[in-house]
């Protein structure tokens, strides 16, 4: 199946170089560019992408709040596509923000042309793009700015072991990290992970770190 991408971003060279890198992937057709976000979410409402590249920093409607307006969409609009962030910062507070909105993650532009190609396929399968290494950071300088919210209840609709796995994904590890430290197959972290999201009513694993987070369960600075 093909995974339909348009690409958000106001520099025109960069535009035209991940256009053409994506392009030349048997299983990704770019349908869309814009050079900003108003135009964005238009050409997103007339292609229904599959993965929208949103460039945070943009003139008339910056990426942050074209996700908002994709991922929360008005009635009527039914299709609303996976949006993966691009910045030229590893720690930033618009991509916290989209994460909060939704949006399926995030990569730096200056990442290597395969880490893009790999982070489309990523988020067009449904999974979130956090590094370990830029999660831990990321939550850990936005998280201390938060005030904590009351989502005891929430987590006290989790199993014990569903609450340690939802600790380790907001510690930044891997499923196959998870597995080792548990003891468990990947497939059933999977699992695991799948019960947490349905039972906290979260979108993805980026939602239930900064949730981990925001609730109070895990502290920013633990290990």
């Known amino acids: ?3 339909r991408v348009i690409i958000v971003d106001d520099q025109n060279m960069v535009r035209a170089g991940f256009a053409a890198l994506l392009s030349a992937q ?36 910056d990426g942050l709040n074209a996700a908002r307006a994709l991922l929360d969409p008005p009635p009527g609009v039914v299709h ?46 449904g999974d979130a793009l956090l590094a370990p290494s830029v999660t831990r950071r990321l939550i850990t300088d936005f998280a201390k700015q938060r005030p904590r919210t009351d989502q005891s209840l ?4 989790l199993t014990a072991r569903e609450t340690e ?20 197959a990947e497939q059933t972290v999977k699992t695991h992970i799948g019960k947490v999201l349905s039972k906290l009513d979260l979108r993805d694993r980026a939602q239930a770190v900064i949730f981990a987070y925001e609730s109070g369960l895990v502290t920013p600075g633990e290990q």
């Open 1 to 3: 199946m093909t995974i």
């Open 26 to 61: 048997s299983d990704i057709d770019v349908v869309g560019q814009a050079p900003n976000g108003k135009a964005g979410v238009d050409v997103s409402r007339n292609t229904h992408p599959d993965v929208v590249l949103m460039d945070v920093r943009m003139p008339e409607m």
């Open 80 to 125: 609303v596509p996976k949006v993966l962030m691009l910045t030229t910062f590893d720690v930033d507070d618009y991509v916290y923000e989209a994460l909060r909105a939704g949006a399926s993650g995030f990569l730096l532009k200056d990442a290597p042309p395969a880490d893009l190609i790999s982070a489309v396929r990523v988020v067009a399968a």
């Open 165 to 184: 796995v939802l600790v380790l994904i907001a510690r930044g590890l891997s499923n196959q990290e998870i597995a080792e430290r548990l003891v468990l």
């Open 154 to 157: 929430r987590l006290n609709g």
